[in-house]
């Protein structure tokens, strides 16, 4: 199958960023868009930020760094998607504001055949499927969060999702060099549907006064060997992000162990989101 050329990507917060980051430097014409000038200014500035800090750690050369900033274009116009061949959705986890975009997608994007991703973590990927015009060209693909340095990619594929749709975005994760899993269309995923329960688990754990952030930290890092324990984890997802991620799969499975203890909600309350914010539950600068 023909690889992907020309590739848009709407969000360019941790997730978008670091998709199109990648994307730029497999050597994909890469458009970015964000809702309003200043969104895309912030996002322009992450992006080169964190092509420039590979630089500075010698993982990336200059030239790699100009080339992909060369691939990349910015707008806050979705219909500057039109060419476009393949777009990846990844803005704020909400059903209302996913499937808005995804509408206005699928109306921009001029070829029918033209591949619509969302980077969903938790909504049901055929509800976004079937609101759309391109039921079997929507796929859902899975980042984690360092894009530059998580390896995998979930695929979800709709009921509604051509065989086709799968083949063609199994290619384009590979061009990016990402390992492929695939995963059922059931909130959570593979990945989160093991991973939330333990991230809540240590968050009831702090709730309880049962131990403190470091101890549980360090005791997972320690102890299991994890490259960041559970609650550093949670600060680098964003606490808002996993207490939506959680909500979707307490709606779904009515279990107690998925829904979002009140810590959690208090501290998004407080706008305590982690490192993004500067405070979750360690302190970032
Ligand atoms: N871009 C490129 N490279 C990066 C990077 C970035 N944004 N951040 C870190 N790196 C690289 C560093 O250059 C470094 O590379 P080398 O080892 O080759 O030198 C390596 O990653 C480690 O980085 P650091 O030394 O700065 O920091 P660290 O050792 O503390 O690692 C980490 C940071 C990569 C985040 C690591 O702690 C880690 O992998 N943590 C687990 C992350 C995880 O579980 N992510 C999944 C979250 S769940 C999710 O995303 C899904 C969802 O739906 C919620």
Not at 61 to 85: E, G, I, N, Y
Not at 182 to 190: E, H, N
Not at 219 to 238: K, T, V
Request: net charge negative; hydrophobic share 45%; with cysteine.
């Amino acid at each position: 199958m023909d690889p992907v050329t020309r590739l848009g990507v709407v969000g360019c917060g941790l997730m978008g960023s670091g998709i199109a980051e990648v994307a730029a430097l497999s050597g994909i014409d890469v458009r970015v868009a964000e809702a309003t000038h200043d969104a895309v200014e912030t996002g322009r500035r992450r992006l080169i930020d964190s092509l420039d800090r590979g630089v500075r750690r010698d993982k990336l050369s200059a030239q790699q760094r100009d080339q992909a900033v060369a691939k990349l274009s910015f707008t806050h116009d979705l219909s500057d998607m039109a060419d476009r061949q393949f777009v990846v959705e990844a803005v704020a986890e909400n059903r209302d504001i996913k499937t808005d975009v995804l509408r206005a997608l699928d109306k921009a994007v001029e070829d029918p055949a033209a591949i619509l991703a969302t980077n969903t973590s938790s909504i049901p990927i055929v509800d976004l499927a079937v609101a759309t015009e391109r039921p079997a060209q929507l796929i859902g693909m899975h980042f984690f969060n360092p894009v530059p340095v998580q390896q995998l990619v979930e695929l979800i594929p709709a009921l509604t999702t051509s065989q086709e749709t799968v083949q063609r975005t199994r290619g384009f994760a590979r061009q990016l060099g990402k390992q492929v899993i695939q995963a059922p269309d059931r909130s959570g995923f593979v990945v989160n549907a093991l991973l939330v329960p333990y991230l809540l688990s240590a968050v009831r754990m702090v709730e309880s006064g049962a131990a403190r952030p470091d101890d549980i930290d360090h005791g997972m890092e320690l102890g299991c060997a994890h490259p960041m324990g559970p609650l550093r984890l949670l600060d680098l997802i964003g606490l808002d992000t996993a207490q939506a991620v959680a909500e979707s799969m307490y709606e779904e499975f009515k279990e107690p162990l998925y829904a979002p203890p009140a810590l959690l909600r208090r501290m998004v309350a407080a706008g305590h989101l982690g490192r993004k914010s500067g405070r979750g539950f360690h302190t970032y600068d």
